[in-house]
């Protein structure tokens, strides 16, 4: 469900902008243990909401989503 995922990603967003930078970096490490281990079960929904978590959290800590969009 659409609207789900948008409020769930708003409750996320919040959370991590409540962390100090050490618990969201632990978060951090949390999310991308979680996007793999998704990938690695065929949840590919999961994974990709998961990595948007992600971004969200790096982007959080480091001011950047850390995509790799530029060659």
Partial sequence: DLSKAAAQ???QRSWTEAMS????????KRLEKSMLEHAKNLEFEKAATTRDSLFRAREQLFGVAGRNDTP
């Fill in 21 to 28: 930078e050490k618990d969201l970096a632990k978060e951090i």
């Fill in 9 to 11: 990603q708003d409750m």
